[in-house]
């Protein structure tokens, strides 16, 4: 299994970025998928999730009205789109995938991927 994270880098605060994670080694459609974020010395934190077949979304409170989530299983595709980003924002993105119903827990989710990296300037 492997999951491809990309489209991290500088952004001003304000602007926008969108993250896409590709996935492969699985069958995408069944599984959830979810992001998570590391800022420098903090623990990882729980970004938003979506389940095995999009009519499902959540997210974390610090990220509610500005990060939307989103998927295309024909593409094995999983996506994160960020605006109004925040230098607070900062930090590595992580896409996971797990089994239906993993949701905010870390530990419920299988499978990561290696990170993309986020800069928010203020």
């Known amino acids: 299994v492997q999951l491809q994270a990309y489209g991290g880098g500088l952004v001003q605060a304000g602007g926008f970025l969108r993250l896409s994670c590709a996935a492969s080694?699985?069958?995408?459609?069944?599984?959830?998928m979810g992001w998570f974020r590391q800022a420098p010395g903090k623990e990882r934190e729980f970004v938003a999730g979506?389940?095995?077949?999009?009519?499902?979304?959540f997210y974390g409170d610090s990220v509610k009205g500005r990060f939307t989530i989103s998927r295309v299983n024909a593409k094995n595709t999983v996506y994160l789109q960020m605006n109004r980003l925040k230098p607070e924002d900062t930090g590595v993105y992580y896409c996971?995938?797990?089994?239906?119903?993993?949701?905010?827990?870390?530990?419920?989710?299988?499978?990561w991927g290696q990170g993309t990296l986020v800069t928010v300037s203020s």
């Open positions: 996971a995938a797990g089994p239906s119903g993993s949701g905010r827990d870390r530990r419920s989710y299988a499978y």
């Open positions: 080694g699985l069958t995408f459609s069944r599984y959830a």
């Open positions: 979506i389940s095995w077949g999009g009519a499902n979304t």
